[in-house]
């Protein structure tokens, strides 16, 4: 009569989940959806008809596709080393938020109260946690965030963090 399935994440969070496979006999493929991304899963299939349910399959290990970053990267701090420098540093995305491999880093920054679009450097490399931020202007209130991104996109950034870089005269 048809087929169900059950499938549960590899690391034991969440539920198990059992389901029905629509359009009977004849079906030879399903997506499930609602799974996270970038997650290890086990799969198990079974038969049933009227008189009642067969065996489950052998179980089957998959991976859901990769995904932009779901979270923003935590602890973003800055410091005005200068007049016209600002040193941005922060920590890893957590790894339930990575939904995949972060290639790297960008960070939005612009003049508080600007109407345009903040100008962006990008950060290479998942390792790499900090910028040194040059050639601002002195003794100026810069809004700074910080996103992560896969092959797929971007991660939401950051919360913004204001700062003013340093009102001397000296430019390093």
């Given at each position: ?47 049933f008809n009227s008189i009642g ?120």
């Open positions: 009569m048809g087929y169900r399935l059950r499938v549960w994440r590899t690391d034991g969070d969440g539920e198990d989940r059992t389901e029905d496979v629509k359009g009977g006999v004849r079906t030879t493929d399903t997506t499930i959806e609602g799974l996270s991304p970038w997650t290890h899963y086990q799969v198990q299939i079974q038969a349910p067969g065996l489950w399959s052998q179980t089957v290990a998959a991976r859901t596709t990769e995904s932009a970053p779901s979270g923003s990267p935590a602890n973003v701090n800055a410091e005005a080393v200068s007049s016209s420098r600002i040193m941005l540093t922060w920590s890893f995305l957590p790894e339930a938020q990575r939904n995949g491999v972060i290639i790297g880093y960008k960070v939005l920054y612009q003049e508080n109260d600007s109407d345009g679009p903040p100008t962006v450097r990008v950060i290479e490399g998942d390792r790499n946690l900090t910028l040194l931020l040059g050639s601002l202007q002195k003794y100026t209130m810069y809004a700074l965030q910080v996103l992560a991104y896969t092959r797929i996109g971007d991660g939401p950034p950051s919360s913004p963090l204001l700062l003013r870089t340093k009102e001397d005269g000296t430019n390093y």
